[in-house]
């Protein structure tokens, strides 16, 4: 992609690369100022109030993780020209609008939940909604095996490899992630030099994602795969600013 992505009028960017930028706000007062994306691609909270009890350091609680946030959701699907990819939980799919496909991010580790009357749950839900003029460049079956995160830059993390797999089998040029996090979408499309546009509310996870965009924006060509560079702690690469 050699032409750098046009900013809409009246939006200032927290940070910006020649492929995309990342807007500090609602997604909600953010998505009727931009044009239509050919694919939107997020990880909404799943509103549960998630907090690990399993972290020795303690992330935040999520912002607006009281409700699965369905007005953006229904907004970011109607954004998308071609496709959507919504990641939710098992138990709040019969809110969500009805999608094409179910996918099943199937992980290495399973929670731990109700011991004594509920499985081990090993998985987590994409909803895909496909439109009209959806077109994959290379199709790819419903179960996606990736190793959990360890959750270093937000509470509910992914793997920027499951990310980059959902990109690249698309032909979408443009990609849309309203609820940003800490960056993995955006660095995703870095790595596969697609356009992005993220929103992230919290300005802490603005500053993480603007940090971890601009260390893969700048790895050489020759390096961009399908690995992640792990940091060993969450200090060791001085990234990360504390929560207070
Ligand atoms: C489940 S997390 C996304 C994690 C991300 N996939 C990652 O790998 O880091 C959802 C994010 O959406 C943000 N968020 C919640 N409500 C929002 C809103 N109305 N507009 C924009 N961002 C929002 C939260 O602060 C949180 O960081």
């Given at each position: 992609m050699d032409t750098k992505i046009k900013i809409p009028d009246g939006i200032t960017p927290y940070y910006?690369?020649?492929?995309?930028?990342?807007?500090?706000?609602?997604?909600?007062?953010?998505?009727?100022?931009?044009?239509?994306?050919?694919?939107?691609?997020?990880?909404?909270?799943?509103?549960?109030?998630?907090?690990?009890?399993?972290?020795?350091?303690?992330?935040?609680?999520i912002h607006g993780d009281e409700n699965l946030p369905l007005e953006e959701i229904k907004m970011a699907i109607n954004?998308?020209?071609?496709?959507?990819?919504?990641?939710?939980r098992w138990d709040n799919i019969y809110e969500m609008p009805k999608p094409k496909s179910v996918l099943i991010?199937?992980?290495?580790?399973?929670?731990?939940?109700?011991?004594?009357h509920e499985h081990g749950r090993q998985y987590?839900?994409?909803?895909f909604y496909s439109k009209e003029n959806h077109?994959?460049?290379?199709?790819?079956?419903d179960i996606l095996k990736y190793r959990r995160t360890g959750n270093i830059y937000h509470p509910t993390q992914k793997p920027v490899g499951i990310m980059v797999q959902l990109i690249e089998c698309n032909k979408a040029v443009l990609i849309l992630d309203p609820f940003l996090?800490?960056?993995?979408?955006?660095?995703?499309?870095?790595?596969l030099n697609r356009q992005w546009i993220g929103i992230e509310i919290s300005e802490k996870y603005c500053e993480?994602?603007?940090?971890?965009?601009?260390?893969?924006?700048?790895?050489?060509?020759?390096?961009k795969g399908s690995l992640e560079v792990k940091p060993k702690t969450r200090k060791q690469i001085g990234m990360i600013k504390e929560s207070k």
């Open positions: 910006s690369t020649n492929l995309g930028f990342l807007v500090h706000g609602d997604c909600l007062e953010i998505m009727p100022q931009l044009g239509e994306v050919d694919l939107v691609l997020t990880d909404p909270q799943y509103g549960m109030e998630f907090q690990s009890n399993y972290r020795i350091v303690k992330h935040d609680k954004k998308a020209g071609a496709a959507a990819y919504v990641f939710c991010w199937m992980k290495n580790n399973w929670s731990m939940g109700d011991l004594k987590e839900i994409i909803c077109v994959f460049k290379k199709r790819i079956p996090g800490s960056g993995t979408t955006a660095i995703a499309c870095e790595r993480i994602a603007a940090k971890r965009i601009e260390h893969e924006s700048k790895r050489p060509t020759l390096f």
